[in-house]
C-alpha cells in the first residue's frame, strides 16, 4: 500500500466516525435538543469531510458538502430557522454524503445529478425560500394568461428615450488581502496539495500567485524530502473576509506558516447616470429623489442616504440575539467549559492517535502470557522459600500489582462506549416508523457503557434484528393502542449496564408481548416442537430464536423469513454470551443480551473435579457451601434440589455432568452457588475450592469444537488446561443419560 492509499484509508475512517457524529447530532437536534454546541458539531464535521475530499479530488463530494455547509452557516446564524422541515432535509443530506463517501472509498461512480434535489432546496433556502426544504411534489399546473391593464394617468408627460443607452458597470469596494503562505514538509506527507488549497481561495475572488524561491539551496545540498518553496499570494474580493480566507487552509492548520493582511480597498468607479434616466424615475419616485438623481452622486452609499430619507416607514425585523453566556445558561447548560465556548473540547479531543486494532491485539496477548508466567511463579513459592526469601515474595506480590495494573490499562485501551453502536438506531428506528405506519419512539439508556472492541463489533447485527422484531411483532398500529388505553407513540427502550463481569444489553418494548398461542402453534405446525409436547412460558418464547422460525403471515421487507432472532442468537454465542426474554401479555417484551465485559483476561475461581482443574467466572459465583452443612431435597421426577433461604435451586453435580468419578466424600465436597440468566440460580457440586486468580481465556471452539457446559479453555500457572464452566449452558443442557447396568 502506497502512502497515499495509507492517508485515503485514514481518512475514509474519520468519515464514518464523522457519520456517526452526524447521525448521533441530528437525533438529539430531532429529538428537541437545539442547543448552538449541536449545530457546531454538525458543521465542523460537514467541514472536515469537505476539507479532506477536496485533499484527494472528490469533487461531487466537495461540491454537495460545500452546499450543506452553507446552509448549516445560515442556520447558525439564525438567517434559516431550524424547522422540522429543514431537519429532516438534513437527516437526507447526511444519507446522500455518506453514499458519496462510500462511492469514493469503493470507486463507484454515481450520476452526475445525485443529490441534485437536495443541493437545490440547500440553495432555495440560503435565497430565502422558506419552502424550499418541504418534499418536493409534482403539480399539474393549468391556466390561461390573462392580459392585465392598469387605468392610472401619469404624474408627468414621458417623453420618448432611447431603448439603448451606455452605462459603465456597477461595482462596489473591493478588498485587498495579502497572504504569505509558507508549507512545512509534514503538509505533504499528509496528501495536501497547495494548489488545490489556491484553487479554492481563487473562488473568493481575483487572485495573483508569486512563488519564493529565493531559499533553494545548491544541487549539492538539495535535500529530496526537503520544503523550499513558498508563495506570496494577492486576493482581490468584494466579500472575502479574513475568517473565510483562513477557513481555506483551515484543513492544514499546524502543518504550514500562514499570515492574512489586509492592505487597503479599491476604489469604485464613478458612476455615470444617462440622459433620460431621471425621466424614467420620476413616474415611480418621489420629485426629490428624481432630483436627487439628475445630481452627481459619488457612490451607491450616498444614494442609499437619499433614498433611506423618503423611504416610507416599516417595520424592522428584531435583530437576532447574540450568543451569550446568558442564553446559554437558560438554555440548561451550567458547564463552565460549555460556557467559554468550543475551542477547549475541540483541542481535547484532538489528543489521541489511530491505531491499528492488530498492534493492540497483540500487546493483549503479551500481557496474557505476563499474567501467566506471573502465576507461574507465584505457584512455584512454597512455605520454606517464602520463609527463607521474603524480598523475593515482596517483589513477586509488587510484579502481581504491576501486571494487574497492566492488563487493566491494556484493556481499557481497546474498550470503547457502546454509544458507536447506538447511535446507528434511531434511523433504523425512524425507517421502520414509515415502513409500518406506526409512531415508534427510541429511548437510549447507558451509552457510556464501555465494552470489549471485539464484542462491539458482534453487536451491530444482534441489536438490528431486536428492534426490527420489537417494531414489527411488538408496538401497535396507533389505532390498537388507543383502543387499548395506551398512548398512540410506542416506545422501543435500548440500555447498557455493567453487571459485574458482563454486560446486559436490554431492547425493551410496551406493545402487547409475544402470543404464546401462536408461537406454540406456528412451532407444532413446522414440527420444531412435538404435537403433545408441553413447554414452559419460558421455552415457548425461546422458540422465536429457532433457525427458519417467524409468525409472520407474509415475507416484508422487514421480517418474514425466520432469520432475523436466529442470527442474534448464533452472534450472541460466538462470543460467549447468552439472551434471555421475558415477556407480558399486554404489556410488552424484554429480550436481554449478557456479554462478557472482555473477551481475553477473566477473574475465575479454581475449582477441581476429580483431580482435573476447572474454572468458574467470578461474575457468575454468589456464595459457596459446604456440601456437608447444605439442604438437599429431590423433585417428585427425581432430580436433586437444594434450599437456599426459602428458595429451592437445580443442583448440577460436575462429577456427574462430565462423567468423571467423584474423589471426594459428599460431606467433604462443596457447593458454589452461581446466578445465570434472569437471576435463575444453580447449584455447583465440586470436589475442592483451590482458589481465585486471574486467567487468560482461550476459545476452545476455534482450537477444538464447542461443548456444551464449557465456554472456553485456559492455560494455569503449572502449565495444565482448565475449562472453564458454561453456568447458562450447564442450566439450559439436558443431563446426559447412561446406559443402564
Known sequence: MSDLDEFKATYFDECSELLSELEEQFALIEAGDRRPDRLNAVFRAIHSIKGGGGAFGFT????FSHAYETLLDFVRDGRVSLSDSVCQLCIRANDVVADLVRAARTGEHLPADFGAAEKAQFDGLTAGDDRAAEPLEEFDLDFTPVRVELDRAPTAPVRPTEDSFAMAPLTVDRSQWEINFTPHGELYARANDPLLLFRELGNLGEMSV???????????????FGVYCAWEITLVSAHAT?????????FVEGNCDLSIAKLGTSPAPRIELPSGLAELAALVTPPSIARALEEEIPSFADLAAVLKTEAPPRTAAPPMPEPSAVSVMEAGIDDPERRTGEPERRNAAVQSIRVDLDKVDRVVNMVGELVITQSMLTQQMDDTLKARYQELVRGLEVLAQTTRGLQDAVMAIRAQPVKSVFSRMPRLVRELALQ?????RLETVGEATEIDKTVIEQLSDPLTHMIRNSADHGIETPERRLAAGKPEIGTIRLSAEQAGGNILIAVEDDGHGIDRERVLQVARERMVVAPDQQLSDEQIDNLIFAPGFSTAEAVSDISGRGVGMDVVLSNIKKIGGSVHVRSLAGRGTRMTLRLPLTLAVLDVMLVKVADAPYVIPLSSIVETIQCARADFGRTPSGAKVLRVRGEYVQVV???ERFELPAAAEMGQRFIVLCEAEGGVKVALIVDDIIGQQQVVIKSLEENFERIEGIA???????GNVALIVDVQGLKSAPLPRRNAA
Open 60 to 63: 461531487g463530494l466537495v461540491g
Open 210 to 224: 508569486v512563488a519564493k524561491l529565493s531559499e533553494i539551496p545548491a544541487l549539492a545540498d538539495f535535500e529530496p
Open 242 to 250: 479574513d475568517t473565510e480566507i483562513a477557513e481555506v487552509f483551515e
Open 436 to 440: 409500518t405506519g406506526k409512531k415508534i
Open 653 to 655: 453435580d460436575l462429577g
Open 712 to 718: 472456553g479453555g485456559t492455560i494455569l500457572g503449572d
